[in-house]
């Protein structure tokens, strides 16, 4: 017999469905409901909403999807880099996708201090190490600067593809990045 997820567990998963599928601001009350818990059990785990939606931004294990498909694609860093755009088409071709939660949630908090900006930073650095990582070990004469730029392909491709799905950005920016994978000294 499978028992129940305790009050925290519940209020993360409750906090991740809603906020991605109707943004940060979705009111406390939805969560709680959705979650079945107690106010006081939000307070007790988190602090408060901010703090609950700070710890599903943490934890929302985006990277690691993105790690898992370079993982299945291999040891070739070229290869690598360019099956996480094969996940991103697979990614935002569903019907449930609705963007970046991340740079949803930056975008939504106008005050630099909250604290979802600081999640939102260690996730685009971490990004931003991974591929750096792969351009390296590639060959990349600018590994760096590279991984900016994938950085860039990955956000428009979230981006577009909310407004635009039909259009396979993903697709566009695999060429791209391929273009940039082929950069030699």
Do not use: N, W
Request: aromatic share 6%.
């Amino acid at each position: 017999m499978a028992t129940r997820p305790g009050p925290r567990e519940r209020l993360l998963d409750a906090a991740r469905e809603l906020t991605y599928t109707q943004g940060v601001h979705v009111g406390v009350d939805a969560i709680l409901k959705h979650a079945d818990v107690a106010r006081r059990s939000l307070y007790q785990h988190f602090g408060g909403k901010d703090g609950l939606i700070t710890e599903v931004l943490r934890t929302s294990g985006t990277a690691d999807r993105y790690r898992r498909a370079m993982d299945e694609a291999g040891d070739d860093p070229r290869v690598r880099v360019l099956a996480v755009f094969d996940e991103l088409e697979e990614i935002t071709t569903r019907p449930s996708f609705h963007g970046c939660r991340h740079t949803a949630a930056d975008l939504a908090f106008a005050d630099p201090a909250h604290p979802a900006h600081a999640e939102t930073r260690a996730y685009k650095d971490d990004l931003h190490r991974l591929f750096a990582g792969e351009l390296s070990r590639h060959g990349h004469p600018d590994p760096g600067f590279a991984a900016d730029q994938l950085l860039v392909l990955i956000d428009g491709v979230l981006a577009h593809a909310v407004t635009r799905p039909d259009a396979h950005p993903a697709l566009a920016a695999r060429a791209l990045a391929e273009l940039l994978l082929d950069t030699r000294p």
